[in-house]
Every structure is written in C-alpha cells, then in structure tokens.
C-alpha cells in the first residue's frame, strides 16, 4: 500500500500563531494532494487540494506547499483560532484516479 | 449543502453477526466510498463505488462486501462480524471519478463484542 506518513502527531499553538502540519509521501506518481480536517465527532471535510505541477496553493487563511524533490507536503494555516483545532489528514491518490491514501493525521491544539 | 448520511452514530453487534451500515448521500454524485478509522492508521479504504451495481475492492477488504442498487445509497456488509472489525466506518462520496472533494458522513461507531 502506499504510505502517507505525518511527522509529527500533535502540534500546539497560540491562538493568532501561525501554524505548520508537514506530511512525507511515497509514491512520485501521485497526481494529487489533498487536506482534510477532521473535528471531534465528525467526518473529515476538505480543505484544500494541490496538483503535483503545482508547489503551492492558496486558499481562505491556508496554504499548501508541495516539494516533491523531497516528496514533502505541508499545510499552513494563517492566525490559527480556535475552530482550526481539529485532526488534519494529507491524502494522495498514488497512481489510481479514484483512490486516495491518508495519512494517519495531525492533532492540532489551539491554545487561548 | 451536501449530505451524506450514515443510518447509525453508535452500534454494537455480537461476534458472527451479520451487520448492514447504511450511506445515503442526496447530491447525485456518482462516487461512493466506505473507509474504516482506527487510531494511529487514519482512513483505510475498504471498497469504493462509481456506478450503480459496480465496485471496487480499496485496501482492506476481506471480510466486507458492499452493495449498490441505487445511485444514492452505498451499504457495507460485515458477513460475520469479529471483533477486530470494530472501528469507527466512514461513508463519502465525490461528484465523478477523479474528484479530489470527498464529502463525508459523520461516521459510525461499530463495536464488537
């Protein structure tokens, strides 16, 4: 299978601080990266996605970096709130158009 | 908004049950996906749907079977429950094949005792 790894499982912020996730990937052949956030007791919604001619995308307050010399990608969430403390997952479909392997998430903790 | 809805939040099932999850989404999207959650593994998918009466095994099968009769309802069928079966299974579906939104269900929490 493919494996989508996290570098780190918990990452605590101050409120108003910018935050970080990182996630490595495997597989070159994948053709698209995608973020989820995943809030207690609730399915995962989509954040934002990236296509691998891209090496960054912005979307509202998040932003994605691909580097796929080091097959790294990342997530930065502008002036994290409260309501961004959730579990993130990176998701990449490998080489089959319709699969999408996640990785095994990021607990984000804002802090007051 | 998109729907997707799970028939149960909470079940438990006993050990060689035969046990139906129930995925109805309301946006007539063509792709439909079961995915089971456990901590430390995040979404594994077990099979996945892009049409009516078809199907695709994802990554963990074996012991699961799905069906699709109509376009808007995706079932997971456990043939004989175990125990290692219990996790949380998500439900979702996505516009068209290649779609990289998936929207998901709020899940359902499986125990097997």
């Known amino acids: 299978g493919e494996s989508v790894g996290l570098h780190l499982p918990t990452l605590s912020v101050q409120e108003g601080d910018n935050s970080i996730i990182n996630c490595a990937y495997s597989?070159?052949?994948?053709?698209?990266f995608i973020w989820y956030k995943q809030e207690s007791g609730k399915g995962p919604q989509f954040i934002i996605d990236?296509?691998?001619?891209?090496d960054k995308r912005q979307g509202q307050r998040v932003t994605v970096l691909l580097n796929k010399t080091v097959k790294h990608l990342s997530l930065q969430i502008a002036a994290t709130q409260p309501g961004d403390s959730a579990v993130y997952f990176c998701?990449?479909?490998?080489?089959?158009?319709?699969?999408?392997?996640f990785g095994s998430g990021t607990k984000l903790n804002v802090k007051p | 908004d998109v729907k997707v809805t799970q028939s149960s939040r909470y079940l438990v099932k006993r050990t060689g049950e035969k046990v139906f999850l129930e995925c109805v989404q309301d946006?007539?999207?063509?792709?439909m996906f079961w995915y089971r959650q456990d901590p430390g593994l995040g979404l594994r998918l077990i099979y996945f749907?892009?049409?009516?009466?078809?199907?695709e095994k994802g990554d963990i099968p074996e012991g699961y079977s799905v069906s699709r009769e109509k376009k808007e309802r995706f079932s997971l069928i456990l043939e004989s429950a175990s125990t290692n079966q219990t996790s949380m299974y998500l439900c979702?579906?996505?516009?068209?094949?290649?779609?990289?939104?998936?929207?998901f269900g709020q899940g359902t929490r499986l125990t097997v005792v």
């Open positions: 998701a990449e479909n490998g080489d089959n158009f319709n699969k999408f392997y």
């Open positions: 990236i296509r691998s001619n891209m």
């Open positions: 979702a579906s996505s516009f068209w094949k290649g779609s990289t939104e998936a929207f």
């Open positions: 597989n070159s052949a994948s053709d698209y």
């Open positions: 946006m007539d999207h063509e792709n």
């Open positions: 749907s892009y049409d009516v009466k078809m199907k």
